[in-house]
Each structure stands twice: as structure tokens, then as C-alpha cells.
């Protein structure tokens, strides 16, 4: 069938830019769809409107079972993924939140998606990898590239984080400048980083283990609908 680009979202905000991501892209005329990865209601009111808009649509095409572990969440978000030919696989589970190592069925949805074929692209920080530390978790998502909002993320420096970011590209989404100023910390790649200029790899380096054989088009459309997402 037709290609089809996946995100797999989660309950807080960083699923809420899921969701709508995908309305976008289908608006767009590309063919999306959301999964809603992780059991239960949505913490967020934000986040139950957006996924209730993806269900309206039609674009909503799975729901988490109530309860599980790690194997079993592995072994359902594999199941579903297999349903499709798709050229990128959104990862919206997790953001920059996170403060803990991953368990149970959130770990499980992560070693499901490392394993797949699927290019990911991750909104805002990949699922797993601590955004402001910079430190790599025992198991997070390796991304291909990493769309971050309004500016990077301190722990994007460091050379753990970036075995998992891929390509990172940064989003304006309307933050004023001021605010940033005032609030935001100044971030940079370090002297010793891979990746000297945001978007650019050494060509030198391995490409990330989901890195090859993207799609120009397809990134480029996606990383427009995290842009447009707020």
C-alpha cells in the first residue's frame, strides 16, 4: 500500500505535538497516522484534544491495552507497526521532561522502535535521553533526526545525547526572542562534538543506525509539520 508516516504518541505534551503533527501532515496530503502509545487517558487537556481531533479524522488507528510490561508493549507496537510501509516513524512518546531511566511498558514501546526498519524522526528530544544532563540512559530512542523547539536543549552538547539525536533541527514555534533571552540558556556544541554546526554530520562519522536511505521529501514534510506544531 501507499507510504505511510507513523507517530507514536504519548500522554503529555510531547504526544500532543504527535497528534497534531499528523493532522498537519494529512492536511498536507500526505498519508499519517497517530498511535496512541501509552495506556489510559492523556495527563494533558491539550493532549486529549489533540488525540480526540486525530480520532475524529480518522487518523487515530490504535490505543494502548490497558496494562502490560515491557515485553508485551514491545511485542504490541511491533504488531502495529508491521501494518504499514512507512518512510518515517515520528517518535513523540517521551519529552524533556523525563527524569528517570525508562521501565515498563514506556521501555518496551522504545526497544520496539530501535528495532524496526522505520527512519524516526523525534519531536522535540528522542524518547529517553536526559535533555538537560545530556546523559545517555540505558535504553533510549536512536533518532535519525531530532526537531527541538524554540532552541536546543542544554543536554544536546554532550557526545552521549548525540549518538541518539541524528541530524537536529531547530523549530522556531513563536517563543519571543526576549523570553529566551531571559529564560533560556545558552547552548552550543562543544569544541570536541561530532556535529560542529547544527543539521550537519561529519560525513566521516557512521550514519545513526536509522539514518540511511531517507527520503528528502518526506523529511522535510514532516520537520514542516513539527515547525507549524505548538
Known amino acids: 500500500g501507499a507510504e505511510t508516516i507513523i507517530a507514536v504518541c504519548g500522554s503529555g505534551g510531547n504526544g500532543g505535538d504527535g497528534y497534531a503533527a499528523t493532522r498537519i501532515l494529512s492536511d498536507r496530503g ?7 502509545a501509552i495506556p489510559g487517558k492523556p495527563s494533558r487537556a491539550d493532549t486529549l ?50 527524569t528517570r531511566d525508562l521501565d515498563g511498558w514506556a521501555l518496551g514501546l522504545v526497544r520496539s522502535i530501535n528495532a524496526s526498519a522505520m527512519p524516526v524522526l523525534a519531536c522535540d528530544t528522542p524518547s529517553g535521553p536526559d535533555a538537560d544532563a545530556g546523559r545517555a540512559r540505558p535504553e533510549a530512542v536512536r533518532a535519525a533526526m531530532t526537531v527541538t523547539m524554540a532552541s536546543l536543549k542544554p543536554g544536546f552538547e554532550t557526545l552521549e545525547a548525540q549518538q541518539h539525536l541524528g541530524d537536529v533541527v531547530v523549530a522556531p514555534i513563536g517563543v519571543p526572542a526576549e523570553a529566551l533571552r531571559r529564560f533560556g540558556a545558552p547552548a552550543r556544541l562543544s569544541p570536541d562534538a561530532p556535529w560542529q554546526r547544527i543539521g550537519h554530520r561529519d560525513p566521516a562519522l557512521p ?17 514542516d509539520s513539527a515547525r507549524d506544531t505548538d
Request: net charge negative.
Open 207 to 223: 550514519d545513526p543506525p536509522l539514518g540511511r536511505g531517507r527520503d528528502d521529501t518526506t523529511r522535510d514534510s514532516a520537520r
Open 30 to 36: 500526505l498519508p499519517a497516522v497517530a498511535i496512541g
Open 49 to 98: 484534544a489533540m488525540r480526540d481531533a486525530a480520532r475524529a479524522r480518522g487518523l487515530l488507528v490504535a490505543d494502548a491495552p490497558t496494562s502490560g510490561d515491557a515485553d508485551a508493549a514491545q511485542v504490541w507496537l511491533t504488531d502495529v507497526l508491521a501494518r504499514y510501509d512507512s518512510p518515517i516513524l515520528i517518535d513523540a512518546i517521551l519529552g524533556a521532561g523525563l
